[in-house]
């Protein structure tokens, strides 16, 4: 064999391999409506560097911050047409498409030590999922959002009644609208981005946010905090295009699940202790920050079976779902 027809041979070999690494290279297009430099797009770059090592490259995550391609919502509504395959929006947003999945935006239903508990965590993930599953969505997992609060302009408020009144922006679904109007509170939905403004003018009297949201959006023009732990303790959830993710190769399916694996149980400490991070960075700047004390907590707790009574009515098999899967891995909120 001459030398140019082993050089010509050695080209071919080494264009055929790459023909056959572009032709099983997936491509994973995860959306997100927060900025580049919200925390999340940290852990979704993570991700994406994680799942390229785990499955050696063969699976390619693009990511699209800051609502360039869309927003969560419209994002949900994207999956299954090819335009997006992931995105990890507040769990509430879930609801709009399959209401028995605010199971878990109910108050006090989840807490910390329950979502840090990996038997309930997978159970959980397992048993969402099987409520969008006909929709064709699938849920791999949840990270930690915030345990809410509430944050208000010019009153001070150190229990139930005195938010008696007030117009508070949330961040919507039923249960949560559900829950404020149970406080006699006026629920208002707006973006984030108009809550700061919209707070300053008094066109709302406060928000109920997490710490992020007090400290790095509304900042001193909500000088008062008031919070109820474990309220309202919410998450996103990590939602993927069912089709799509069920077609994928076993190895890539693994390499996906495995990442989202290790992220999820650190996400939910490390948030944790930046949430109070930011709590004490408002405090320093002079904010009033006041915790519902053990009494005051059982109150709010009488009143979340109020509201747990009602889902119970329309989705009674879901509630039972629930608390068996807690009973077997041992933990309860």
């Known amino acids: 064999m001459s030398v140019f027809t082993r050089f010509i041979t050695g080209v071919s070999l080494i264009f055929g391999a790459l023909l056959v690494q572009n032709a099983t290279a997936t491509e994973l297009v995860l959306t997100s409506e927060v900025a580049t430099t919200h925390w999340k797009t940290r852990y979704m770059n993570e991700f994406a560097e994680q799942v390229a090592k785990r499955s050696k490259g063969e699976v390619k995550v693009k990511i699209f911050t800051a609502g360039q391609l869309y927003n969560d919502q419209d994002a949900l509504a994207a999956l299954g047409t090819g335009a997006v395959h992931m995105v990890w929006p507040v769990s509430v947003r879930i609801e709009t498409i399959e209401p028995r999945t605010g199971v878990i935006n109910l108050p006090f239903a989840v807490s910390d030590s329950m979502m840090n508990n990996s038997c309930f965590m997978s159970g959980l993930s397992g048993l969402m999922s099987s409520y969008v599953e006909p929709r064709n969505l699938r849920i791999l997992g949840f990270l930690r959002t915030a345990d809410l609060m509430f944050v208000l302009r010019d009153r001070e408020v150190k229990r139930m009644e ?19 109007r149970s406080l006699q509170i006026s629920p208002v939905s707006m973006a984030a981005s108009e809550m700061s403004t919209a707070l300053a003018q008094g066109a709302i009297d406060g928000v109920f946010t997490s710490p992020a949201g007090w400290a790095e959006m509304i900042g001193i023009t909500g000088k008062y905090g008031w919070y109820v732990p474990g309220f309202s303790l919410t998450t996103y959830s990590i939602v993927v295009d069912k089709g799509w993710f069920d077609s994928l190769p076993a190895t890539h ?81």
């Open 253 to 333: 399916r693994t390499a996906i699940v495995d990442a989202i694996a290790d992220i999820s149980p650190r996400q939910w400490q490390e948030v944790k202790a930046e949430d109070d991070t930011l709590i004490q960075k408002m405090i320093d700047q002079g904010a009033v920050f006041h915790v519902a004390d053990d009494q005051e907590r059982a109150r709010w707790r009488s009143l979340a079976q109020k509201n747990t009574s009602l889902f119970s009515e329309r989705y009674d098999e879901v509630i039972k779902q629930f608390n068996e899967l807690g009973a077997r891995c041992g933990v309860h909120n």
């Open 162 to 180: 005195d938010l008696k009144g007030m117009k508070i922006r949330v961040t919507g679904g039923r249960v949560f609208l559900e829950t404020m």
